[in-house]
T-cell receptor
Framework: AQKITQTQPGMFVQEKEAVTLDCTYD???????LFWYKQPSSGEMIFLIY??????QNATEGRYSLNFQKARKSANLVISASQLGDSAMYFC??????????????FGQGTILTVHP | DAMVIQNPRYQVTQFGKPVTLSCSQT?????MYWYQQKSSQAPKLLFH???????NEADTPDNFQSRRPNTSFCFLDIRSPGLGDAAMYLC???????????FGSGTRLTVV
C-alpha cells in the first residue's frame, strides 16, 4: 500500500521569502510519480509540479521546485519568493504506475500555507 | 479549451433525498475519478472508470454509485445522503498509466 505523509498542518512565511513544505512517502513499487497540488479556498485542485521516480534531476516549474531525495523517500516542495496569492492548502500526492489501479492518486493530509505581507 | 466541468458548483440536498452530481470532459481521457474531500481533509478516492471498466474502492459506502454512459460524462449518485456526506466532490480525468491528471472545479454538497 502507498502512503503519503505531510507533517506540517500549517506553515507561515513572510512575503518574498522562500518556504519548504515537507512530504514523505512510502511505497514498495519502483515506478511511481509524485505530485504537488495547490488548493485555494475556492476548492479547485491546481497542479504545480511533478517528479517521476526515475527522473535524475529535481523538477522545477517557475517559482516551484521539488527537492527529491529518493533514498529518504522525501519530496519536499520549495516555493521561492512567496506571494500573498500563494496562501492556500498544499497537497503532496503519489501515483503508482502499473497494475490495475489505472494510476490512482493517493494524497497526503495537506499543509495550509499562510503568506504574511 | 479542453477541460473538466462539474455541475453544479454548489448543491444543497435534503437528508435522504437522492442527488446526482455530474462531470463532463472534452479531453477524451480514458480514466475518470471521483474523490470525496471533507473539510480540511485530504481527497479520498471513491471509485474510478477506465473506459467502461468500473473500479470501486473497498471502503466506499454502498450509498454511493457511479455511471459512465460514454467517454465524456460520469455521474456520482448518492442514494440517501446523510449529514456525513456533506463534502467537496472532485472529478478528475487522466489517460491512465504515467499520465497527469486534470481536475474539475468540484461540487460542494450541503445536506440539510
Amino acid at each position: 500500500a502507498q502512503k503519503i505523509t505531510q507533517t506540517q498542518p500549517g506553515m507561515f512565511v513572510q512575503e518574498k521569502e522562500a518556504v519548504t513544505l515537507d512530504c514523505t512517502y512510502d511505497t514498495s513499487d519502483p515506478s511511481y510519480g509524485l505530485f504537488w497540488y495547490k488548493q485555494p479556498s475556492s476548492g479547485e485542485m491546481i497542479f504545480l509540479i511533478y517528479q517521476g521516480s526515475y527522473d535524475q534531476q529535481n523538477a522545477t516549474e517557475g517559482r516551484y521546485s521539488l527537492n527529491f531525495q529518493k533514498a529518504r523517500k522525501s519530496a519536499n516542495l520549495v516555493i521561492s519568493a512567496s506571494q500573498l496569492g500563494d496562501s492556500a492548502m498544499y497537497f503532496c500526492a503519489m501515483r503508482v504506475v502499473g497494475g490495475t489501479s489505472y494510476g490512482k492518486l493517493t494524497f497526503g493530509q495537506g499543509t495550509i500555507l499562510t503568506v504574511h505581507p | 479549451d479542453a477541460m473538466v466541468i462539474q455541475n453544479p458548483r454548489y448543491q444543497v440536498t435534503q437528508f435522504g433525498k437522492p442527488v446526482t452530481l455530474s462531470c463532463s470532459q472534452t479531453l477524451n481521457h480514458n480514466v475518470m475519478y471521483w474523490y470525496q474531500q471533507k473539510s480540511s481533509q485530504a481527497p479520498k478516492l471513491l471509485f474510478h472508470y477506465y473506459d467502461k471498466d468500473f473500479n470501486n474502492e473497498a471502503d466506499t459506502p454502498d450509498n454511493f454509485q457511479s455511471r459512465r454512459p460514454n467517454t465524456s460524462f460520469c455521474f456520482l449518485d448518492i442514494r440517501s445522503p446523510g449529514l456525513g456526506d456533506a463534502a467537496m466532490y472532485l472529478c478528475a480525468t487522466s489517460r491512465g498509466g504515467a499520465d497527469g491528471y486534470t481536475f474539475g472545479s468540484g461540487t460542494r454538497l450541503t445536506v440539510v
